[in-house]
C-alpha cells in the first residue's frame, strides 16, 4: 500500500506549472529596498495558488534578503552593521575599477545571498508577520537590477 502523502504529491506534480519572470528594479543607491510588493505581483500574474518563488539576483555587487519590515531602524541598524564589518575604501582591497565602494560591495554581497525561495499559500508568500523581501544595493550610486522569479507549483484550476 502507497503512503497517502507520497500519493498526494505524485497527483500534484501532474499538475505543476512553472512561471519564469525578470524583475526589472532601479535603485537609488546602497540600502534595503523593499521588493515584497512587486514580487507578490508576479505570483498573482502566475496565478500559482500553491507552490515555492525563487528568487535569484543576476549580480554580484547587491544581495537578496528576508528581513522586518516593520521597524525602519532595523535596516538602519544592519546597513550601519555592514559598513563597520566591510568599510568602504579599506586599503586591504585591490580591485578598485568603479570606485571605493567597488570591492566591499562584493564582500557583502557574499556575506549575504543571492537567492531566497519562499513557500506560496492560497496565492501568497508565507512570508511572517513582520518580514520583507529585499533587494540590498551593495554599491552608493544607482543601479538597474535583475532579478529572476522562478515559480513552480499548482495553478489555480488545478489546485481546487
Request: proline share 6%.
Amino acid at each position: 500500500m502507497e503512503h497517502p502523502a507520497r500519493a498526494v504529491a505524485l497527483t500534484y506534480a501532474h499538475m505543476l506549472q512553472q512561471y519564469l519572470k525578470t524583475l526589472v528594479v532601479d535603485t537609488p543607491g546602497r540600502g534595503l529596498h523593499d521588493i515584497t510588493r512587486t514580487v507578490a505581483q508576479a505570483i498573482r500574474e502566475s496565478g500559482t495558488l500553491e507552490g515555492l518563488a525563487t528568487l535569484f539576483l543576476r549580480h554580484t555587487s547587491a544581495s537578496l534578503v528576508i528581513q522586518e519590515n516593520a521597524d525602519p531602524d532595523v535596516l538602519g541598524d544592519l546597513e550601519r552593521f555592514m559598513q563597520r564589518l566591510v568599510p568602504d575604501g579599506d586599503p586591504l582591497y585591490q580591485h578598485r575599477d568603479e570606485g571605493p565602494d567597488d570591492m566591499p560591495a562584493h564582500v557583502r554581497a557574499a556575506l549575504t545571498a543571492v537567492q531566497v525561495s519562499v513557500p506560496l499559500s492560497s496565492g501568497r508568500l508565507m512570508l511572517g508577520t513582520w518580514q520583507g523581501i529585499y533587494l540590498w544595493e551593495q554599491r552608493t550610486r544607482p543601479h538597474r537590477r535583475e532579478i529572476v522569479i522562478h515559480i513552480v507549483g499548482a495553478p489555480s484550476s488545478a489546485a481546487r
